[in-house]
């Protein structure tokens, strides 16, 4: 999988979780896939090192932006950047292992 597939993927998992609320109801009528989706995601990031698991909560699913997520955690939004970075490379290697599994 790119690096451009995952980060759409994120995007959807972005806005599933930060308007998970709203989502419930119509989900109960008409389901849909993306919960599908944050599962296998949450399954991934759950054994990730502790630092990127974190940054995965913060973007992903409380939506912060990441100078938001710098402010947030006092850090500089360039190292926050590197870390999505890594999140990204981390992800990307779990999900090609699925893929070959």
């Known amino acids: 999988m ?3 597939e995952i980060r759409q993927q994120l995007k959807t998992i972005r806005l599933y ?8 109801a119509a989900f109960d009528a008409l389901p849909h896939t993306v919960k599908e989706l944050a599962d296998k995601y949450a399954a991934i990031v759950s054994c990730a ?16 932006t990441q100078e938001a997520t710098a402010e947030d955690l006092n850090y500089s939004t360039e190292y ?8 990204l490379l981390f992800l990307q290697s779990k999900l090609n292992e699925r893929e070959v599994s």
């Open 2 to 4: 790119t690096l451009n």
């Open 80 to 87: 926050i950047r590197q870390k999505n970075k890594k999140l």
């Open 17 to 24: 979780y930060t308007n998970k609320a709203r989502f419930s």
């Open 49 to 64: 090192p502790l630092d990127l698991y974190y940054i995965y909560y913060e973007l992903y699913v409380k939506g912060l």
